[in-house]
């Protein structure tokens, strides 16, 4: 069996460990915008862009309620998590094109959790090669775009797609 390995992502894991309070409860206070990374509100979840993607676009949706446990959400929750996830492969789509997509929920710490205290669905658009000689050799990824910019294309994506599905 081959391994990849990603060193760097140890000093996200270790930060937010440390971190006061946790990070999805605190975006959820303030104001949708750039700070934030908040692309989307629904009634029991949110879409926000992930602070340090893997690829552009990179995205999670994140139940309001601070839960670890997935069978510890109601029903409706975990079906608006998977609607959220539905539009957001919908949006990364139309602007991105990516060939593929990498979706799933790190529960808990020993899964790979960074944040595992609140639990949280990873949208990932992929394409063949994005994982390069600088992310094997050189332990860097290399983002075409700002977040800045990736969060004003996805947040006007968003909006269109609701429009055309009204």
Known sequence: MDYLWSPWRMEYIENHIRAEGCVFC??????????????HRGERAYVMLNRYPYTSGHLMVIPFRHEADLVALSPETRAEIMELTAQAIRVLRSIYHPQAFNVGMNLGAAAGAGIAAHLHMHIVPRWSGDTNFMSTLAQTRVLPESLETTYARVREAWATEAQNRA
């Open 26 to 39: 605190q975006a959820q206070q303030q104001p949708d915008g750039p700070e934030n990374l908040i692309v």
